[in-house]
């Protein structure tokens, strides 16, 4: 399986995705940021078409479109702070609508379905590096800014009040995001992305541990997500996004499953002891 090229890159490229996906998936689903993620997610396949279109990198087109509407969602919030699903609409809107009318005006010189399905068939040595070197820059600025985003992930207006520049941090955040989803789409697809964001940190919060072990649960659990479902994909010969989905939510659920006989177990035991 590894003697083959385009493996090879894949596997680089799912542990680049798996190491920082669920970096940037806590901070969104603490901040309950989950469903930006899902809007995002779908405006890279404008980023992606526009891409195509021009000649450029469709990755580095993916990005630089997703930081932008990133950018947007965060100015927006000014506007309408009440009305946070009328913004994911708008860029929703946005971002859809100019992949649609770019696909359909037949200007294209290459598909875009792979990029909405994922295959590891389109990973060239070009995108892993590039993928690798977006990874690289983004876990170390998550580094660089990790205790000011903790604190606004918990309380926004008190990390203002304290004096975080909330307002840098939150655009530098959603650059991230794009990185993050960008590095990502070779292999997951825009469809399936955003539970590859998701869904490794909804499980690692079953363990009802610290911030920091949730965040290091969440990557645990990232990288059994993607690698099993490349791995297993490759020899079921199905697409890895769509298995890879659904073994995040087997994992997520099998957690769940273990912790609700864990408490039963004691409550049990607990039973017993009492008598």
Request: contains cysteine; positive net charge.
């Amino acid at each position: 399986m590894l003697s083959y090229g385009f493996m090879q890159n894949a596997l680089i490229v799912s542990l680049s995705i798996s190491i920082l996906c669920p970096c940037i998936g806590v901070f969104l689903v603490l901040r309950r940021y989950a469903m930006i993620g899902d809007t995002l997610s779908h405006a890279s396949l404008a980023g992606i078409t526009i891409g195509l279109l021009s000649g450029q990198n469709p990755v580095l087109g993916a990005f630089v479109f997703t930081a932008l509407s990133g950018a947007l969602i965060e100015y927006l919030r000014r506007y309408f702070r009440k009305y946070t699903d009328l913004i994911l609409t708008i860029v929703l809107a946005l971002s859809v609508g100019t992949a649609i009318t770019i696909i359909s005006s037949g200007r294209l010189n290459a598909s875009a379905d792979a990029f909405m399905f994922g295959s590891v068939l389109t990973v060239t040595r070009t995108d892993t590096v590039m993928i690798m070197i977006l990874s690289a820059v983004s876990v170390l600025a998550l580094i660089r800014l990790y205790h000011q985003m903790v604190y606004i992930a918990y309380d926004e207006e008190a990390a203002r009040v304290a004096g975080v520049r909330t307002g840098l941090i939150n655009y530098v955040f959603f650059v991230l995001v794009a990185s993050a989803i960008s590095v990502s789409i070779r292999i997951v697809g825009v469809l399936v992305l955003s539970s590859m964001i998701a869904l490794p940190v909804a499980t690692a919060l079953q363990l009802e541990k610290g911030f920091k072990q949730t965040l290091l649960f969440s990557g645990l659990f990232s990288v059994i997500d993607i690698m099993s479902g490349l791995f297993l994909s490759y020899y079921l010969n199905v697409a890895p996004s769509g298995f890879t989905a659904l073994v995040s939510v087997f994992v997520l659920v099998a957690v769940m499953a273990g912790k609700k006989l864990k408490r039963a177990a004691k409550r049990s035991s607990d039973q017993n002891t009492a008598r």
